[in-house]
């Protein structure tokens, strides 16, 4: 079978200081049909003359402006070679190939079994200095336009995306296109100037039926010298929000569908009115003056996004649907919490995975060990939870309980001659002679309510067996002082809780007479009843912990 022909269209301006490497990265592919163009936008650093020197004079094509990008491949696919070739690979001044990443980029566009109609392939794209820094794996937008890329800043290839993937745009730093593609999906939008002009070209191709992927196999370095600050700049440059805000727009305005614009354009609307309201409120005037620049920009270039609406919509053969699976989604996730979930599902595998004939806690560790950040945020979470548990969960009821002894034995006094009483359940029952006899052997005590409590319990305990803690340990004596006291208490509950106090009355008396003989009961109560005669109800609390 005939290897297909492959030309690099490499677009260069003002690179002389690392134009070498990519060079050299060319002349070292494996691909046996490979031919290489450079056009030149207007360099004034000896870029030019390096060209000639590497490629020959009729190999370079100098535009003596900068065109940018779209420029320069309008001015390239001009050319015969360019439209006899069976790809075009375009390739920046700054990127760097593997030695055999063109096979490998045409190996996705034509060697998957199965897959048809593949348009445009780019490679795993890592940093140019620190080649274990991930650049670009494939990108995609939300429903705006916006661009996504799945990556977190400063990732590190781990071959968590070694796999072939299908995306909805690849960056233009080193892309395969097929000639179909090219010729039927039409040249780059040259008002882009090199921002996102990809994203544009990648969606039109996806409306003409063509896919597009990205292979780990074939790798790049990239320096992205502009973003650096390394490559001189015409004209000054506008923020990043800028540019993509106006590439969104018009990338939406040209690619989708009318039934489609008709719902998503007055929402983007909506979100984009308050978008800036928010900005402006939040005193970030620049990047809110960038998102009405962007929207100005549009407005202006508006009929020519027209007629290139009627082109990209002349050749679409795919609907809308089938694009949107390839687009993230407008409320993303955190980036760390969806790779949290990719890690959690390795860990699972690995308990799962018998042959490592580890036992259990090994395995465990070993997991725990490979993720400690996983471990430690779900650790928080867990104690965050068990802190706050109580704002979120109904309040712990607890049962009766007798109430603190006062600090002044005064208060036993002002109890006992007060007309009102100050348990829960209240009332203007007269208080328990209990009292008198609580405040007066607290003055007995020197005034200490905390010795009078002491001594009184005490006492109580080294009575017999029938001490309240004799009471406490046993359930049918808990009944027995709970119907005594009950019987103590009818005059001073309030009329409301009579229907409660008979019921709680009758089911008291029900599990008595269950639990043993009449004199065995009466000896009970009547250990109830002193008990109650030494903490009277007054000082009986019932309510919530």
């Known amino acids: ?20 490497g990519c060079l050299e990265s060319l002349a070292a592919q494996t691909h046996p049909r ?57 390739v920046h001044d700054d990127a760097a190939l593997a030695p055999d990443a063109v096979e490998r980029l045409l190996e996705a566009a034509e060697g998957i079994h199965g897959v048809e109609r593949v348009g445009v392939v780019g490679p795993k794209i890592v940093d140019w200095d620190e080649p274990r820094v991930l650049r670009e794996v494939g990108r995609s937008t939300d429903r705006f336009g916006h661009p996504y890329t799945p990556l977190q800043d400063g990732e590190l290839d781990q071959g968590q995306y070694d796999r072939v993937l299908e995306v909805l745009f690849v960056s233009s730093a080193v892309m395969l296109v097929s000639r179909e593609t090219w010729q039927r999906t039409g040249p780059f939008d040259e008002r882009f100037a090199g921002h996102h002009d990809d994203l544009d070209f990648c969606w039109r191709a996806r409306l003409a039926g063509f896919r597009v992927f990205m292979t780990p196999l074939a790798t790049a370095r990239h320096r992205d010298a502009t973003a650096r600050g390394e490559r001189r700049e015409e004209q000054p440059s506008r923020s990043t929000r800028y540019y993509a805000e106006r590439a969104a727009l018009a990338s939406m305005l040209k690619d989708y569908g009318i039934l489609t614009l008709l719902w998503l354009l007055p929402v983007y609307v909506v979100l984009g009115v308050a978008r800036i309201l928010f900005l402006a409120l939040s005193r970030r005037f620049e990047d809110a003056f960038d998102l009405l620049a962007a929207w100005g920009w549009n407005l202006l270039h508006l009929p020519g996004t027209l007629r290139r609406r009627i082109r990209a919509q002349s050749v679409r053969s795919v609907a809308d649907r089938r694009i949107r699976p390839f687009m993230a989604s407008t409320f993303r996730l955190p980036r760390w919490f969806e790779r949290a979930e990719e890690f959690l599902d390795e860990g699972l595998e690995e308990f799962d995975d018998e042959d490592l004939g580890r036992p259990l806690p090994r395995r465990a560790a070993s997991v725990a060990a490979g993720h400690p950040v996983l471990l430690g945020s779900i650790l928080a979470v867990g104690l965050g939870a068990l802190a706050v548990r109580q704002f979120v969960g109904p309040e712990v009821l607890s049962g ?59 006492s109580r305990m080294a009575s017999g067996p029938r001490a309240p803690s004799t009471l406490i340990a046993r359930p049918a004596s808990e009944v027995s002082s709970a119907s005594s006291q009950v019987a103590l208490d009818r005059t001073a509950r309030p009329h409301g809780a009579e229907g409660s106090i008979v019921r709680q009355s009758s089911s008291t008396a029900a599990r008595i007479a269950s639990g043993g003989g009449v004199a065995r009961i009466r000896s009970r109560a009547r250990a109830a009843r002193s008990t109650a005669a030494l903490f009277p109800p007054s000082l009986i609390r019932v309510g919530r912990s």
């Open 34 to 90: 490979l031919g290489v163009m450079a056009v030149d936008n207007g360099s004034s650093d000896g870029t030019l003359e390096l060209l000639r020197q590497a490629l020959g004079e009729a190999r370079v094509v100098a535009l003596g402006e900068d065109r940018g990008i779209a420029g320069a491949l309008t001015a390239a696919t001009e050319l015969p070679p360019a439209q006899a070739a069976d790809y075009l690979l375009l």
């Open 1 to 20: 079978m005939r290897s297909p022909s492959v030309l690099v269209v490499l677009v260069t301006r003002d690179a002389v200081a690392w134009l070498r």
């Open 400 to 458: 009766g309980a007798l109430a603190a002894f006062p600090a002044d034995l005064g208060d036993f006094f002002r109890e006992f001659g007060s007309g009102v009483r100050t348990t829960v359940l209240g009332g203007v029952q007269p208080g328990s002679p209990a009292l008198a006899g609580l405040g007066a052997g607290s003055w007995v005590a020197f005034g200490s309510t905390a010795l009078a409590q002491t001594s009184t319990i005490a």
